[in-house]
Structure formats: C-alpha cells, structure tokens
C-alpha cells in the first residue's frame, strides 16, 4: 500500500468517521419520530448481503496471493465458512471453520 | 417487574451486551491485524476503529486501499457497506425520536450492529418504557462494547506487526466478510439478493476503479427488494 501517502490515509479516514456518523444520525436525529418511506427501508435491508459478496467473490476465485490462480484451499476455506456461518447462525463459528479449512488443506496439499 | 428507572435500564443493558464481547473482541482484533499487515501506522490503525466503528466497512476500505483504487471508490464504497445504518437509525426513530438532539447525536455515534439488534429488541419487548430509560438501555449496551472493540484492536495491531505471512492471513479478510453475511442469509430474498450481486460482479469486472462493486450491489438490493415487496402482498 506504498501509494498512500500520510495525509490521504488521514482524509479517507476522516471521510469515513463523518459519512458514517451521518448516516447513524441520519433519520434518528433528523426525522425524530415520524414515519419513514418503506420502500426505502426495504432496500437498505439488503445492502450488507450485497456489497460483500460483490467485494469478497473476486478475492476467493482469483486470490492475489496466488497471483491470480484459483486456489482449491482458498476455495474450500470460502465453501467452509460460508455453510458454517449459514447453518450455525454465527460470525465466529464461520471464521473458525473457514481458516481451519485453510490450513487443513494447504497442509495436505502441502 | 416494577416500571424501569434509568438506572435498572442501564444496568440490564451492560449485562445484555456482555455475551456480544465474544465476536467483537476477535473482529476488533483482526482488524488491527490486517490494518497493520496492510501498511497503516498504530495512529491510523486506531483512527478508523474509534471514528468509523465499523468492522466490515473498515475491511472494506483497508482492501481497496490495497488494490491501489481510487480514493473516491474507496469511500463511497466503504460508506455503502454502512447504510445498513440508515435503516438502523430509521428503525430506532420511533423509539428514542422524542429524547432530546444531545442524546439522540451520542446514540448515532453508539450505533453498531451490537447495540442497535440488543435495543431495538428490548424496545419491542417493551413497549411501556419510558424515553430516559430507553436511552439509558441504550448506552448501557455500549458500555463494554465500544471501549472494549477499540481495545481488541489496539492488541491486533500491536500483535500483527509479529504474525509471519505463512500464516495465509491475506485470505482472513475474505473469510471474515462471509462470516459477516452468512448468518444474515435468513430469507429467500437475502440468498437472491446476494447471489444476484455475486453474478453481477462477475460479469461486470469490466467496468472501471472497482466501481462495479457499486453497481453489482445495487442491483442485488434491487433483486432483494422486489421479492419482499411481492411476499408481502
């Protein structure tokens, strides 16, 4: 990441501290307590399930580690974490069986 | 159980958030591992997790950061990830529109994933609680939660500088990602509206400065959207 000099890094990160906070404050402090448009709600309600699976897809098929070749350890460690968060309804037992996954299979394909 | 005084809200609120500390402990801590590993100093490290406090949009900006994109697709994308806040900030309105503009601006800037799912819920148990005690609850789940993520991070950045790179931690961020969307795949629309944003990605890569992110993902909010809307009538 030698690109980004000192204060670029600062301005992404003020930029970020401030759209975040108003979008927190957005319709909490501004609307107070009436009511909101649902069609709206209806599609923020989507945009943590769509944005990162845009981001990560790319990353699993293709990762840069590799330059660019499809990893079968990568590749399982994605399938891995994807069905144990899935099935068990939970964040930590996704990253568990995923990096499991990863080091499971590099180590047998060694 | 007697009407609830700020204080007992408070309280329930602590001790609600507790069990929370098990995902947010090892997120924050990943973060300032991968921050750190990215090339972020411990100053700047700690700059995106106490003014952002936001894992996922952190990730966010930290890989596109490395993938040299450019500074505006950087932001606008991390900021995408987060409007999922908006919907949290509409969502609470009701509830806690009528405490004054003070209280209201501290809670935006208290409003995570942790804190709104424990508080809305008890809201909607609830329905009689007073406003000061809503508030109180409120703030009481972001009693540990907050100071403890920014500590866990500080320990993942002090810690990362150590980790060597046979350890494959490249591939931490996207795992971390799906661990963050797969719990949320609850209904049809959710799955259609991911897989919907994955073929979109995969067929728009063409378009430049990552911005098929952008478009990947609006369509699949779109996908997620509709099929709702169709349920529902």
């Known amino acids: 990441m030698t690109s980004w000099s000192d204060p670029a890094i600062w301005g992404i990160i003020a930029a970020l501290g401030i759209g975040t906070y108003a979008i927190r404050f957005s319709f909490l402090g501004l609307l107070g307590d009436r009511a909101f448009p649902d069609w ?12 990162l699976p845009a981001l990560i897809t790319p990353m699993v098929l293709w990762p840069e580690a590799t330059s660019g070749q499809t990893d079968p350890a990568r590749l399982a460690a994605a399938v891995a974490a994807l069905a ?6 939970n964040a930590i037992v996704a990253i568990l069986c995923g990096m499991a996954t990863l080091y499971l299979v590099q180590f047998a394909v060694g | 159980m007697a009407i609830s005084t700020p204080k007992s809200a408070y309280l329930k609120g602590v001790t609600g958030a507790v069990p929370f500390l098990l995902v947010v402990v090892p997120f924050g801590m990943l973060f300032g591992v991968v921050g750190t590993e ?8 700690m700059g995106f997790t106490t003014l952002v406090i936001a894992g996922a949009a952190q990730f966010t900006a930290i890989q596109l950061m490395v993938d040299e994109a450019p500074t505006i697709v950087v932001i606008v994308s991390a900021l995408a990830v987060n ?43 609830r329905p009689g609680m007073p406003v000061p005690a809503r508030v109180a609850f409120f703030v009481g789940c972001a009693t540990p939660i907050l100071p403890i993520w920014i500590l ?3 320990v993942g950045a002090v810690l990362g500088a150590a980790i060597p790179p046979e350890y494959a931690l490249d591939f931490a961020v996207p795992i971390t990602f799906i ?3 797969a ?7 959710h799955v259609a509206a991911a897989l919907t944003s994955i073929l979109l990605a995969l067929s728009l890569g063409w378009i430049p400065h990552n911005l ?4 990947a993902a609006l369509g699949g909010m779109m996908v997620g959207a509709e099929i709702e809307r169709r349920a529902a009538s």
């Open chain 2, 152 to 154: 866990a991070t500080y």
């Open chain 2, 38 to 45: 990215a090339g972020l100093n411990l100053a700047q490290v």
């Open chain 2, 212 to 215: 098929w992110i952008l478009v």
């Open chain 1, 40 to 51: 709206v709600l209806r599609h923020l309600r989507y945009t943590a399930v769509t944005i």
């Open chain 1, 84 to 89: 144990g968060g899935y099935l068990a309804r």
């Open chain 2, 179 to 181: 661990a963050l969307v």
């Open chain 2, 83 to 125: 409007l999922r806040m908006a919907m949290y900030a509409a969502a609470l309105a009701p509830y806690l529109g009528r405490a004054p503009l003070w209280q209201r601006a501290m809670i935006a800037y208290l409003n995570v994933d942790q804190t709104y799912a424990l508080s809305h819920q008890e809201y909607e148990d």
């Open chain 2, 183 to 189: 719990p949320g795949l609850r209904t049809i629309a």
